[in-house]
């Protein structure tokens, strides 16, 4: 029975535009495991990830990551939250007028006091790990789409955080690009030793990194346990969308 929480989520209730989007959300992300987070477009997955990262200031106590509200962080906090996790967003956004290496290097230009050299040599070790050491002068219109994507890995890691989320990280790849994609998140989970929450609707990646999954469905959690436990329920949302997944 593990006790070690992260990430936990107690009755969280989301009303955005008179909508209800989340209701009564609870569960829990546990230190060293990927926990999927999964649940088709529309969901509500996204907004939970803005509560997870305090994007909605001066909400309630319903969310607590790494022991601290996110939504109602003093300054102090705040330094001390925002270092510590990674976010690794859905289309990469990286910053076209500035080159991979330079991409990378923002949040230790914004969060450290680093000379320029050391920050250099920990981009360029970054940029290896993702499988770019070539790109570290190229600008991001030259790169493809899955090297898009490291870098903007590269990019969520420079600190190395404890906390990594990833929103629909292999969005728009192919499948080959996509495995490899898996396959660099959970290599570096393990060599870094980061807790991943991972946000996601593609049902392969969910059967090659998850080690535990939270179902959405229009808002509400229906599903909380291991990928075995997932994969043996018989919840018929569940079900349904693994068969979909899967193109059967
Ligand atoms: N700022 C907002 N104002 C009003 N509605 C929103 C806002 N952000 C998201 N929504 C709605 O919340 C629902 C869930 O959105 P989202 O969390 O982005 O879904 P997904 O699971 O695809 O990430 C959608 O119906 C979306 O239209
Ligand atoms: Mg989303």
Known sequence: MKTDSVIKVEKLTAILDDKIILSDVSFKAYSGDVT?????????????????????????????????????????????????????????????????????????????????????????????????????????????????KRAALARAIIMDPPLLFCDEPGSGLDPVSLASLDNLILNLQKLLGMTVIMITHEVSSIFRVADRIIFIDQGKVIFEGTLPEALKSQNKALMEFFRKGRGD
Request: glycine share 12%; net charge neutral.
């Open 36 to 148: 999927a987070i999964l649940g088709s477009s529309g969901s509500g997955k996204t907004v939970l990830l803005k509560h997870l990262l305090g994007l909605y200031p001066g909400e309630g106590n319903a969310v607590s990551v790494m022991g601290l509200n996110p939504s109602q962080l003093d300054e102090g906090q705040q330094k001390h939250f925002y270092t510590r996790l990674g976010v690794f967003y859905q289309n990469g956004a990286l910053l076209n007028s500035l080159t991979v290496g330079e991409n990378v290097a923002l949040p230790l230009h914004q969060h450290t006091d680093l000379p320029p050299d050391l920050i250099e040599r920990l981009v360029k070790l970054k940029l290896r790990l993702v499988n770019l050491q070539g790109s570290y002068n190229m600008f991001p219109s030259s790169l493809s789409g899955g090297m898009l």
